[in-house]
């Protein structure tokens, strides 16, 4: 198989074997254009600032300078006894695992690499076509296109992912926007998201769940507030509660406009529009170290990256978005480390505000003892360290093995034609208005 085999960081977590592939074009084309794009705005749409460059800029420098630096696979599609040498030494190691102890053995991830023309000559022609343009999703540019016409046949023609259909292939798809037009071939696959969004607004139902895709944290766009900060911070957190960021929000964000007006005037709350950039953040961070907690509203989708600014500047976030879905929920306990309330609740006049100062100094304390542990969790640095967002990561999908197996081999037995198979649809909306059946079931 064309690709290199990649061990997770030194510290991660053992379980059975089982060959992930992680197409590397989606993380060159996608993640590398919208970190670029959030990172370096074009000059001509925001006011600049003599330390930022442009996006095409940024494009331009990784083009010139980084991508001569990777390596790429042919055009070739592996198969004949070529392929039949690699399912024959997968179906060796899975047989070993049966008698073995399946706790020394690693999960491995196998990195296509891409023909050059699905990576690096995309993203020239992305940079050669590139239009400034105040429309997000569209700025004239045949790439998207020439993704689903070309690079997704590449991939679903490849023997790995006709094994398995895409079970245990992984794409990262970070974005409400990413992968929009082709998200109908890869549904089978493994999806990193920033959340799942029940309204239908982002996502089709069935395209997402919780028992197939995994939730990843945004890159926090404020500094974090280390051990000395926070004890030196303390004295300091006069403010009962910060908000900074857009009011006028669509979809659930609505709930931003509603929260500002009932919450302006407030005595020791702070609520005030804001925008990106680097004076942006500054006031972000600035606010957020001197507040006891940070309202984390809906916006245009059920998650932002305030929440986890929040959290690594020691803030405790007060969540108000009844779609959100949070990151490796299966191994950190939110509870420990923000206030989650119901939309209803937190419109009510004076309710939020009263719920807040009802709080006992030890219960805030607990709080922010909390964040002081939590928020090497979700701090992306490289190489990766032990239980960091990336080792996390792995861990969850550690969880996921098994039933990927059990899914892999049922498609590959079933009669065609026999009946559907009997889903369990877990993932259900995280709502957190009040259930009166809640007692039965904590």
């Not at 991830?109 to 699905?118: D, T």
């Not at 992305?126 to 991939?155: C, D, M």
């Not at 239980?387 to 590959?412: C, F, Y």
């Amino acid at each position: 198989m064309v690709g290199n085999h990649r061990h997770p960081t030194p510290h991660r977590p053992r379980s059975k074997t089982l060959i992930f592939m992680l197409l590397l074009f989606s993380f060159s084309l996608l993640l590398i254009l919208y970190t670029l794009s959030s990172s370096a705005r074009p000059s001509s749409l925001s006011h600049p600032n003599p330390t930022e460059t442009s996006f095409v800029a940024s494009l331009e420098q990784f083009l010139i300078h980084k991508a001569p630096k990777l390596t790429f696979g042919d055009d070739t599609v592996r198969g004949g006894e070529s392929h039949d040498d690699d399912l024959r030494k997968l179906d060796e190691m899975e047989n070993r695992l049966l008698n073995e102890d399946p706790t020394g053995f690693p999960v491995k991830v196998y990195v296509y690499e891409m023909p050059k023309k699905f990576t690096v000559d995309l993203l020239w022609l992305f940079h050669n076509t590139y239009k400034e343009t105040s429309n997000a999703t569209s700025n004239g540019s045949p790439v998207h296109r020439l993704i689903e016409q070309e690079a997704l046949k590449w991939v679903t023609d490849q023997p790995a992912w006709k094994r398995s259909e895409g079970r245990d292939h992984i794409f990262p798809i970070h974005h409400p926007w990413s992968f929009k037009s082709v998200r109908k071939y890869v549904k089978k696959a493994i999806w990193l998201l920033p959340d799942m969004d029940s309204t239908g607004n982002w996502y089709k139902p069935g395209q997402v769940s919780l028992e197939k895709d995994l939730i990843l944290p945004y890159v926090p766009n404020v500094d974090r507030c280390d051990a000395k900060c926070l004890s030196e911070s303390a004295p300091k957190r006069t403010t009962l509660l910060f908000f900074r960021g857009r009011l006028k929000r669509n979809a659930g964000g609505k709930i931003r406009a509603k929260l500002g007006a009932e919450l302006s005037g407030v005595k020791d709350v702070i609520i005030t529009e804001g925008t990106a950039g680097e004076g942006g953040k500054l006031a972000a961070q600035e606010g957020m170290r001197r507040s006891l907690f940070c309202l984390c509203p809906a916006g245009d989708t059920p998650s932002s990256a305030r929440l986890f600014d929040a959290i690594v500047s020691g803030c405790i976030p007060v969540i108000v978005s009844d779609e959100l879905e949070l990151p490796f929920e299966g191994i950190l306990d939110y509870k420990k480390v923000a206030v989650i309330v119901s939309s209803s609740d937190a419109i009510q006049p004076g309710w939020l505000i009263n719920h807040l100062r009802s709080l006992t100094p030890s219960r805030v304390k607990k709080f922010q003892n909390s964040l002081a542990q939590y928020s090497r969790h979700f701090l992306y640095s490289s190489p990766a360290q032990p239980l960091g967002p990336e080792d996390l990561t792995w861990r969850m999908i550690a969880g996921k093995l098994v039933n990927i197996k059990l899914h892999t081999r049922r498609s590959q037995r079933v009669v065609k034609g026999s009946r559907t198979i009997c889903r369990c649809d877990c993932w259900r909306p995280n709502a957190t208005a009040s259930n009166p059946f809640s007692p039965l079931v904590s």
